[in-house]
């Protein structure tokens, strides 16, 4: 890693929300648990990982609170899903597709929530039950096909 800090910057499906990140994401993965899927309308999702004081947003957004970890943000104008602010922590997720056309890195170190998946992803990358143990969760991993593998981490 170079001492060089990039910034990458993209925005909601409208362009009236943007989002700026300094640096590169602290972790990636994807999430296939029922409040993602139902927040993001889709199969399973991309999350990369910030300290919020590197993330600036201009623009509106909207946030839902629904559960206690995690403030979910849209574009105030077009709904498009850019970020959560995990409560307590001072990290931001900012989902990858907000930033995909900025060339910021994407390299997902694991699936987490596998267990509530509803589809397979054969892509060599761990798949947690829930999560890492070192990231709260039980460290108890699956195959991609979904047979117990015990923990790993
Ligand atoms: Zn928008
Ligand atoms: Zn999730």
């Known amino acids: 890693m170079s001492d060089e800090t990039n910034t990458y910057t993209g925005q909601c499906y409208c362009g009236a929300t943007k989002v700026s990140v300094e640096g590169d994401p602290m972790v990636s993965g994807f999430c296939h648990c029922a409040s993602c899927r139902s927040f993001h309308g889709a199969p399973f999702i991309g999350w990369s990982v910030w300290p919020s004081d590197k993330v600036h947003v201009t623009g509106q957004m909207n946030k ?90």
């Open 64 to 153: 839902t609170d629904k559960v206690d970890h995690l403030a979910r943000a849209t574009c105030a104008k077009c709904g498009g899903k850019m970020m959560g602010i995990i409560k307590g922590a001072d990290m931001t997720v900012v989902f990858p597709n907000v930033l995909a056309a900025s060339g910021a890195p994407f390299h997902p170190a694991w699936h987490q929530f596998y267990a509530e998946r509803v589809i397979d992803i054969v892509d060599g990358v761990s798949k947690f039950i829930d999560k890492p143990a070192d990231h709260g969760g039980s460290g108890e991993t699956l195959s991609e096909t979904g047979e117990a593998l015990g923990a790993t981490g």
